[in-house]
């Protein structure tokens, strides 16, 4: 069956505290996997697309990256704009699987 | 502008009610879905079409139904809505294709049946 997992539920840090968040996954057929934004009370917002193991890319403050069981998403020295809850999706066949986001907080 | 949109915004119904969520995107993109998101369970995926016409179920699909007669449009409809509907209902769509094909999101739908 697949499978999203994201890690922390929650996080807090201080204003320049680097951090890493994880996504492990089990799909049959990975075509995808996808990081988004949530702000509360909007829609998510498209953030990066990986493809194969191996594949980072990067964003201002954000890095993510690729292994054939695992996504982390690197932010760093994070600001206070940076709170939201951030969202990893796998594609498998077209049928998207969501996890249940990991809810970050940059505090001043 | 680039966008997907959905009405109604917000919408509280009673149980048997039958009500339609409409979703249109102005990208001239082949796929679109339907998504809830609940508190601890996160999105989770109703049903997709990849194109005119081709509809098929996401992990979610009982009780609702969804037509895709023109391509920019994807409704999304509960024929007797009951109390566990109550949720936030995000339509988005995407080119099909192997490269940037991230899904743009709609703002969403706070539906409470009652």
């Known amino acids: 069956e697949d499978q999203v997992t994201q890690s922390p539920e929650a996080l807090r840090l201080q204003e320049g505290e680097s951090s890493s968040l994880n996504c492990s996954y089990t799909?049959?057929?990975?075509?995808?996997l996808f990081w988004y934004r949530q702000d509360p009370g909007k829609g998510p917002e498209f953030l990066f697309t990986?493809?194969?193991a191996g594949e980072e890319k990067e964003k201002e403050r954000l890095k993510a990256t690729l292994t054939k069981k695992e996504s982390f998403l690197h932010i760093t020295a994070p600001k206070p704009e940076d709170s939201a809850t951030y969202l990893c999706?796998?594609?498998?066949?077209?049928?998207?699987?969501f996890g249940t986001g990991t809810r970050l907080k940059v505090l001043a | 502008e680039a966008q997907v949109t959905q009405n109604p915004r917000y919408l509280i119904t009673v149980t048997g009610k039958k009500l339609t969520v409409t979703c249109s995107q102005n990208m001239n993109h082949e796929y679109m879905s339907w998504y809830r998101q609940d508190p601890g369970l996160g999105l989770r995926q109703i049903y997709y079409s990849m194109n005119v016409e081709v509809t098929d179920k996401g992990d979610v699909p009982e009780g609702y139904k969804v037509s895709r007669k023109e391509k920019r449009n994807f409704p999304l409809i509960l024929e007797s809505p009951s109390p566990n509907q109550t949720s936030l209902y995000f339509c988005?769509?995407?080119?099909?294709?192997?490269?940037?094909?991230?899904?743009?999101f709609g703002p969403g739908t706070r539906l409470t049946v009652t």
């Open positions: 999706a796998v594609d498998g066949t077209y049928k998207y699987i």
């Open positions: 988005a769509s995407s080119p099909l294709g192997d490269s940037s094909y991230e899904q743009y």
């Open positions: 990986l493809y194969s």
């Open positions: 799909v049959s057929g990975l075509r995808g």
